[in-house]
Each structure stands twice: as structure tokens, then as C-alpha cells.
């Protein structure tokens, strides 16, 4: 007689796993946000919740993306009447920001998340993975199959943490998987389905190299300031995000690399396919990947062994015992405004209308040894440089230098760097200088006090909470 060979923990549907799991109302499911916007599954899920008659759900979502608009609908319904998550688009954020959800969203950094989970300040009852390919066993990665997303870093702490874990992949693979993310003795059942979003829209738009004057110049004062700061030296570390000003800054930093001979230590963070280059090219050794923003640096970490994947635990979480962004030598990071006390907000618009999150904001500016707020002056006629931002999403003590157009300015925490920038040539204004240049250039904008009920805690990397944010009623 011929033995029946075992199929797995392949579920018949979507359905069918949701139902193994014991989902109850008031659970909390989560979800990663590696595709960006181009993510199907954490929608599916909630049509799935939705139709099997759940209520009183809290999402744990990593982030939020433009594409999960249709979590609103589920909150009107009360499907979904609870949000944790480490960013929310605006497309989501602004119905929040109204007052629709039932309790207050809790923002996380990209660090504080898994941190959160490892102290069970946290808890996931079911977690869901989208995974580009898995075996019958849920062996699973973002790095192979036709919807590769490259690294899953943010999803590792979920199948850690979570009472159950639902992997779901269109591509499934034979056992056993042999490059293995997410192992399946973590793993309770396995979904195939049609698709798991589209790869193509992982860039979200923001990846590509400004072109805006104002931005290459902003770039180029970031990149000679950490020349003049003496970090360009051998075995530097650093990160930037996906932004154009950003990149562009990357971009000049490997140029000053090349010129100096210097070959630094490692890249992190969010990495694109300009970080890619400087890895083929040798102007760095390593790339430590917890999320892949383009195809290209999705290909090169299936085939790379230096460009190596990465948890957020490992990345950012103040509970391990060491991390990447504690050995960063600079940091390069945005605001939607900065206050005289160097505190930024990435939080909110110039409303008060949840548009963002930290992400790995705070967590990069309290670990690298030189956090770098690099923008505008003056955006959409409006000043960067306020008395206090409506929300504080980073507190100022963890940040170093700010760099505009106009010129930068320095935390008055770090006098050491004054010698280094002015001798450099760079201009160097303290920030009440630039704020009052921006007011020439604006006007002093009106003091916008929203008093409505909180609708969401911003919560720092340490579990403290940092500010609040209240309803805007339109």
C-alpha cells in the first residue's frame, strides 16, 4: 500500500485559514507594508473579515499606504475600530484626523514596533504575511516569485510575536523552501491566492533623484557638511530615505566617497537601487535591507550576499541588545516642520491632518552619531522653522543639524560642530536666524490650536508618549 504524503498547512481558501485561527471580535490582526502601495492583502483580509461577520478589530499594520483606502469603509462598519501602525497616508489619515475611529490610533516608530511586541506592550493575536513565495510548510521570503518584494523585515517580529500566523503567497514553492525568511516552525497555516499585489508599485513614486534646484542644493550642503563633521572616512555608515532631496544627497556623498578613496562600512534602512550601485561599485561593502523601496534593490538582494535582510528588531528596537542604527555614523531625514528646540514633526500637514509617521525617523536620529534634518526653507509658502510643530514626532534632542537652501544650523547641543562647518565654508545661521528669514520670505503664519478629541498617540521609540493628536473638523 503506498503511503499518503502530507500536504502542508495549505488552507482551501482565505476563509478557511481566518476560520482555523479562532479570530474573535476585539482581536488584533496585523499586516507588513513591503509592497507600499501596490499591497492586495491586507484589504483582501479585511473584505474576508468583513464578509464572515467580524466587528471590533484592531489593525497593527507597520504602515498604512495609499492603496489600503479601503480600511475606511471597514472602520464605518465597524469592522476595524482600532489602528496601530508606524505611518499613515493621507488618503487614510485625513478620515482619521475627522474623528472616524472609535479609539485612539497609537503611532509606533519602525523600532518601538517590534520593541512593543518583544515587552507585550503590544500583543497580535493573528498575524497575516503576504510572502512572494512559501513552500506547503509557510518556509517563506519577498525574494523570489513574479510579485518579489525583496526583504521582509518588518513581518519577522509579527511571526515571532503572533498567537497565529497566516502566510499568503501567490507563488507557492516545493518543500522545503531553501532561502528561508520566516521559518515555518513559526508558521499555522498557508493561503494561495491569485495575487499579492503588484511589485511595481513598491516605488510609491518617491525614489528617484530630484532634479529641483533647491533640492540639489539642499543635497549638496548635506553632503559637504558630513565631509566637514570628518565622517567620510573608512568603514562610514549611514542612511537616507527614498525622497528626492534625499537621494540626491546620497548620490553626492558616494561622489565625495569615490574622490577620497574612502570605502565605507554599510548602507541601512529603506534601500533603493542608487544604494545598490555604490554596493556594485564597492563604495560600500554591505546593505543592511529591512525594506526594498525599488525593483532593483529587490534584485539584488536575492543574489547579493552582501546585501544582506534585516529584521526591525535587529534594525531599531531599543529592547535588543544591539542595533544598525546605534552604529550609524550619519543620518540624512526629512520634516514637515522643525521647532526652535530642533523637535520635528513628520506626523501631520500644515492643518493638523495626519499625513505620515516616524517610520525609522526617530529611531535613526537617536542612533546615528550626526542626525541631519535636510529641506525646504519655505514649502508651499510655508515656513519649516516653527516656535513648536503641531505635532512632535522626534524629539529635538536627538537631532544635530539642520540644512536649507538658505544655509543650516546647528543644535546648540553640539557646539563641536561649529569649527567643523564654518571652516568648511559652509554657511551656518542659528535657527532663529533662518526662521525669521522664512518669515520674511512668508509672513508669520497664523497659530493653528486644534481642540478637538484625541484621535491618536504619538508614541516614542522608548514607549513614552510624545505628543497627541486632535480631531480637525472641516
Excluded: W
Aim: proline residues 4%; glycine residues 10%.
Amino acid at each position: 500500500m503506498k503511503l499518503s504524503r502530507r500536504t502542508g498547512k495549505v488552507m482551501p481558501s482565505l476563509k478557511d485559514a481566518i476560520r482555523s485561527s479562532c479570530l474573535k471580535d476585539g482581536m488584533t490582526i496585523s499586516f507588513h507594508h513591503h509592497l507600499r502601495a501596490g499591497d492586495y492583502v491586507l484589504n483582501d483580509v479585511l473584505h474576508t473579515c468583513t464578509e464572515l461577520g467580524f466587528s471590533n478589530l484592531t489593525v497593527n499594520a507597520s504602515s498604512i499606504m495609499a492603496c489600503h483606502t479601503p480600511l475606511v469603509e471597514a472602520i464605518r462598519a465597524g469592522v476595524v475600530t482600532g489602528i496601530e501602525c508606524n505611518f499613515m497616508h493621507a488618503s487614510v489619515g485625513h478620515a482619521i484626523s475627522q474623528g472616524l475611529l472609535a479609539n485612539d490610533v497609537l503611532f509606533r516608530t519602525h523600532g518601538g514596533r517590534p520593541a512593543a511586541l518583544e515587552s507585550g506592550t503590544a500583543h497580535i493575536d493573528v498575524a497575516f504575511i503576504a510572502a512572494s513565495a512559501s513552500d506547503p510548510e509557510g518556509n517563506c521570503n519577498g525574494k523570489e516569485g513574479p510579485s518579489a518584494f525583496g526583504s521582509i523585515g518588518y513581518a519577522m517580529s509579527d511571526a515571532v510575536h503572533a498567537d497565529y500566523v497566516i502566510v499568503i503567497t501567490d507563488h507557492l514553492m516545493p518543500y522545503p523552501l531553501t532561502d528561508v525568511s520566516i521559518p515555518e516552525n513559526l508558521v499555522d497555516a498557508v493561503v494561495v491566492c491569485d495575487s499579492i499585489g503588484d511589485p511595481d508599485r513598491i516605488m510609491s513614486g518617491t525614489t528617484r533623484i530630484t532634479r529641483d534646484p533647491i533640492g540639489l542644493l539642499i543635497a549638496d550642503y548635506t553632503a559637504r557638511a558630513i565631509e566637514a563633521c570628518g565622517l567620510l572616512e573608512d568603514d562610514f555608515s549611514f542612511q537616507t530615505g527614498a525622497g528626492g532631496t534625499s537621494l540626491a544627497a546620497a548620490a553626492y556623498i558616494g561622489e565625495r566617497m569615490r574622490k577620497l578613496g574612502v570605502t565605507g562600512s554599510f548602507a541601512s534602512g529603506g534601500i533603493t537601487g542608487l544604494l545598490v550601485d555604490l554596493l556594485n561599485e564597492g563604495v560600500f561593502k554591505s546593505l543592511a535591507d529591512v525594506q526594498c523601496f525599488d525593483r532593483e534593490a529587490a534584485a539584488s538582494i536575492r543574489k547579493n550576499p552582501h546585501h544582506v535582510e534585516i529584521s526591525a528588531s535587529r534594525y531599531a528596537s531599543p529592547q535588543a541588545k544591539s542595533t544598525i542604527v546605534d552604529r550609524l555614523d550619519a543620518v540624512i531625514l526629512g520634516a514637515t516642520e522643525i521647532g526652535t528646540d530642533f523637535s520635528v514633526n513628520v506626523h501631520t500637514d500644515s492643518n493638523g491632518m495626519i499625513m505620515g509617521g516616524s517610520g525609522g525617523h526617530s529611531d535613526t536620529a537617536a542612533g546615528a552619531s550626526l542626525a541631519i534634518i535636510a529641506a525646504p526653507l519655505v514649502r508651499a509658502r510655508l515656513p519649516l522653522i516653527v516656535d513648536r510643530p503641531q505635532t512632535v514626532s522626534t524629539p529635538g534632542k536627538t537631532i544635530d543639524l539642520l540644512v536649507t537652501q538658505y544655509g543650516m544650523a546647528y543644535n546648540p547641543k553640539r557646539r563641536d560642530l561649529h569649527d567643523c562647518l564654518t571652516g568648511a565654508g559652509l554657511p551656518v545661521f542659528s535657527i532663529e536666524e533662518l526662521k525669521e528669514k522664512a518669515e520674511r520670505l512668508t509672513g508669520k503664519p497664523r497659530l493653528l490650536k486644534n481642540e478637538g478629541r484625541i484621535v491618536a498617540r504619538v508614541i516614542g521609540r522608548d514607549g513614552d508618549e510624545l505628543d497627541v493628536i486632535r480631531a480637525v473638523h472641516k
